[in-house]
C-alpha cells in the first residue's frame, strides 16, 4: 500500500519531458524549414501527456505552428523562431467570429488548456515582406509605379490577410513570458474568447510604419493580466477589442476583468485603447504605474455609432507620459460621414460609454491635452480626472457629455482656454488652476476652489 502511494507521488512529482526539436529533425541554420520537425516535437510531448517543446540556440525557419494543451512552448536564449514569407505556409482557418476564413497566426492554438509560449528567446515574423505586399494595395504618396503582375501578386498574397504572430483561441490558463516579437507581419498577440490569460514581460518591436502591427489585442477575453512588458509599434501598444457590429454583439463576450501594470509604451497610436471593435462591451479594466514615450494618443477609448456594445468600469491610474500629442481621447464619434450635432434613433448600434477614471496622470509634450466627444443621442456619462498635471499647446475639449467632474486638475495650454465644449449635463470643477474656459450650453456647471495662476 505504502509502495503504490510512493509510486504515484513520484509519477505526479515527475517533471514534464522536454522535446528538443533538433531531436526531431530540426537544424536551427535558418534556412530549412522547420515546420515538420516541430510539428513532431509537439505531438511527442502530447504522447506523454504535455511537456517542453525546447528550441536550442539557433535560428529555426517556420511555417504555422500549431500548439496543444500542457505544453509549453520554450524559445531558448540565442534561439530565434523566423516566420516564413511564404503564405503556402499558414493555413487558413475560421475566423474566431464567424464568416471568412483567415490565415493563420505564426502560432496558433484553440480549445486548449495550460498553454504557454516562453522566452528568453525571440520570436521574428520576418514582416516586411508582407508589410510591402501591404503597401503595394495601398499604396501612399510618392510610391514608384508598378507593374499589373506584381500588383496581381501581391493581393492573391494577401488574399486572406496576413498572420498574426501569437492567437489563441477559447482556451485557459494561457502564458506568455519573456519573449522578444519582434517583426510581426500583422497583430503580435491576440487571445480570444480565451480566460485566465497571464501575459508577462515581452519585449514587443515593430517599427513604424508597419501597418496594423498591434502590440497585445486580447478580444472578448477574462481575467487577463498584462504586465512588465515593453512596447514599440507601428499601431496600437495594447488595445481591448470584443468584435465589430453585428459580430460582436451576437457573440456576447466582453472582455472583462483586466489589468495592464508596470509596461512602458514607445511609439505607436496609442498607449492604452479601448476599442474601436467593442460591440461585445469592455468592462472592469484596471490600467496602473505605466510609462508612454511618443505614442500618438495615451489613454484612448473610441467607438462610433453602429458598433453598439458598452464601456465601463474603466480607471487608469499614475500614468506619466512625454511627447504624447493628446493625452486622453475618449469618443464615441470615431469615423463615418456623419456630423457631431447629428442626432440618430438610440437602438442596438449606439454605443455607451460610462463610469470611467482617470488619475494621478502627468504628461508633457502634448499639442492637444484631451477630449470627451460623445453622440448627440447618447453622451459619454461619468468621466472623472484627478490629480492630472497635462502640459500641451492646447487645452481640453468636452462635447455631447454628462456628469464629468474634474478634481485637482491642471491643464497649462500654450493657447486658449484650458476647457472648450458645448453641450455638456453636470460638470464639475475642483482645484483648477484658474477659470479659463470656454463653455457652450452646459448645465449644471459647478465651480469649487479656483487657484491663482
Not at 337 to 350: C, L, M, N, Q
Amino acid at each position: 500500500m505504502h509502495f503504490l502511494f510512493l509510486l504515484s507521488f513520484l509519477m505526479q512529482a515527475a517533471p514534464s519531458p522536454v522535446c528538443n526539436v533538433k531531436e526531431f529533425g530540426a537544424t536551427g541554420d535558418g534556412v530549412h524549414k522547420e515546420t515538420t520537425a516541430i510539428a513532431k516535437a509537439i505531438s511527442a510531448c502530447v504522447a506523454n501527456g504535455g511537456g517542453v517543446v525546447y528550441f536550442p540556440a539557433g535560428k529555426f525557419l517556420t511555417g504555422a505552428i500549431t500548439l496543444a494543451s500542457n505544453i509549453t512552448l520554450q524559445v531558448g536564449p540565442g534561439a530565434t523562431l523566423l516566420g516564413s514569407p511564404d503564405p503556402a505556409d499558414y493555413p487558413l482557418r475560421q475566423s474566431p467570429w464567424g464568416g471568412e476564413q483567415i490565415i493563420s497566426s505564426l502560432i496558433y492554438g484553440k480549445n486548449l488548456e495550460n498553454v504557454s509560449v516562453t522566452g528568453p528567446g525571440t520570436i521574428d515574423g520576418q514582416g516586411l515582406v508582407w508589410w510591402k505586399r501591404q503597401w503595394l494595395i495601398t499604396p501612399k504618396k510618392n510610391v514608384p509605379p508598378i507593374t499589373d503582375i506584381t500588383l496581381a501578386q501581391a493581393k492573391q498574397a494577401l488574399a486572406h490577410g496576413r498572420p498574426h504572430m501569437i492567437k489563441i483561441v477559447s482556451s485557459k490558463h494561457v502564458r506568455l513570458e519573456g519573449l522578444t516579437l519582434i517583426n510581426s507581419a500583422s497583430w503580435t498577440v491576440n487571445p480570444v474568447f480565451s480566460e485566465f490569460v497571464n501575459i508577462t514581460g515581452l519585449t514587443i518591436i515593430n517599427p513604424v510604419p508597419s501597418p496594423n502591427t498591434d502590440g497585445i489585442n486580447p478580444e472578448s477575453c477574462r481575467e487577463v493580466h498584462i504586465a512588465n512588458c515593453h512596447i514599440d509599434v507601428g499601431d496600437d501598444c495594447i488595445t481591448l477589442k470584443s468584435g465589430k457590429d453585428e459580430a460582436g454583439r451576437r457573440a456576447a463576450r466582453p472582455n472583462e476583468n483586466i489589468t495592464i501594470t508596470g509596461c512602458t509604451m514607445r511609439k505607436g497610436h496609442g498607449g492604452v485603447v479601448i476599442g474601436s471593435e467593442m460591440s461585445g462591451g469592455v468592462r472592469n479594466v484596471a490600467i496602473s504605474n505605466c510609462v508612454f514615450n511618443g505614442t500618438d494618443k495615451g489613454i484612448r477609448i473610441k467607438s462610433q455609432r453602429g458598433r453598439g456594445g458598452v464601456v465601463e468600469g474603466i480607471t487608469a491610474d499614475n500614468i506619466v507620459m512625454q511627447d504624447v500629442p493628446e493625452a486622453i481621447n475618449i469618443t464615441t464619434f470615431y469615423s463615418g460621414s456623419d456630423t457631431i450635432d447629428e442626432k440618430h434613433p438610440v437602438g442596438e448600434g449606439t454605443p455607451r460609454f460610462r463610469d470611467i477614471r482617470i488619475s494621478n496622470v502627468t504628461a508633457r509634450g502634448s499639442k492637444t491635452a484631451g477630449s470627451i466627444t460623445g453622440l448627440e443621442e447618447m453622451p459619454i456619462s461619468e468621466i472623472t480626472l484627478s490629480n492630472v498635471r497635462i502640459q500641451a499647446a492646447q487645452g481640453f475639449l468636452i462635447r455631447n457629455a454628462k456628469d464629468i467632474a474634474f478634481y485637482d486638475v491642471r491643464i497649462d495650454a500654450a493657447k486658449g482656454p484650458a476647457i472648450y465644449g458645448n453641450n455638456i449635463d453636470g460638470l464639475e470643477i475642483s482645484g483648477f488652476r484658474k477659470p479659463v474656459m470656454d463653455l457652450k450650453s452646459v448645465q449644471n456647471l459647478l465651480f469649487r476652489g479656483f487657484s491663482a495662476p
